[in-house]
């Protein structure tokens, strides 16, 4: 199986124990979260059928509040040199769990380009990591506008 169907097939895969579950921005971009190895968010973004992610916007990663648990620097951004990605984007982000005392959120911000019109629309999503009876949970909540 190919690098570009494994990342397809993780970003639509069912839900896990430690899965945020998915929300779905009102252009049809699909993001998903999950906790990998109790230390690592993966994040993916799928568009829907037409739409374009935005390759030179790219998806952005920055903490909204709560503790400094993100290992790496924050704010991030995933980029290409084209004009779109030709496949979901797939993001891990690590953080150290002992740091977890208290929620923490994540700003996930993307530019969906749409088929008819080409017309990009900045949409924003917010992961929030807490400790729920001992497990690291993922929330996933629409940002609007």
Same mark, same amino acid.
């Given at each position: 199986?190919?690098?570009?169907?494994?990342?397809?097939?993780?970003?639509?895969?069912?839900?896990?124990?430690?899965?945020?579950?998915?929300?779905?921005?009102?252009?049809?971009?699909?993001?998903?979260?999950?906790?990998?190895?109790?230390?690592r968010?993966?994040?993916?973004?799928? &568009? *829907? #059928? !037409? +739409?374009?992610?935005?390759?030179?916007?790219? @998806?952005?990663?920055?903490? =909204?509040? /709560?503790?400094?648990?993100?290992?790496?620097?924050?704010?991030?951004?995933?980029?290409?040199?084209?004009?779109?990605f030709?496949?979901?984007?797939?993001?891990?982000?690590?953080?150290?769990?002992?740091?977890?005392?208290?929620?923490?959120?994540?700003?996930?911000?993307?530019?969906?380009?749409? &088929? *008819? #019109? !080409? +017309?990009?629309?900045?949409?924003?999503a917010? @992961?929030?990591?807490?400790? =729920?009876? /001992?497990?690291?949970?993922?929330?996933?909540?629409?940002?609007?506008?």
């Open positions: 199986m190919s690098v570009a169907a494994l990342c397809v097939a993780a970003a639509l895969s069912t839900a896990t124990g430690d899965d945020g579950g998915a929300i779905v921005t009102p252009t049809g971009v699909s993001v998903r979260t999950h906790i990998e190895a109790g230390s968010l993966v994040v993916s973004v799928v &568009p *829907a #059928s !037409g +739409v374009r992610l935005n390759g030179r916007l790219g @998806v952005g990663f920055a903490l =909204r509040d /709560g503790p400094a648990i993100w290992i790496g620097e924050l704010p991030s951004v995933v980029t290409i040199e084209g004009d779109y030709e496949r979901p984007v797939l993001h891990a982000l690590a953080f150290d769990p002992d740091r977890l005392e208290e929620a923490s959120r994540l700003a996930i911000v993307f530019g969906a380009c749409l &088929p *008819a #019109s !080409g +017309v990009c629309v900045l949409e924003e917010e @992961v929030t990591l807490e400790r =729920r009876g /001992g497990a690291i949970v993922p929330t996933l909540a629409l940002v609007e506008p």
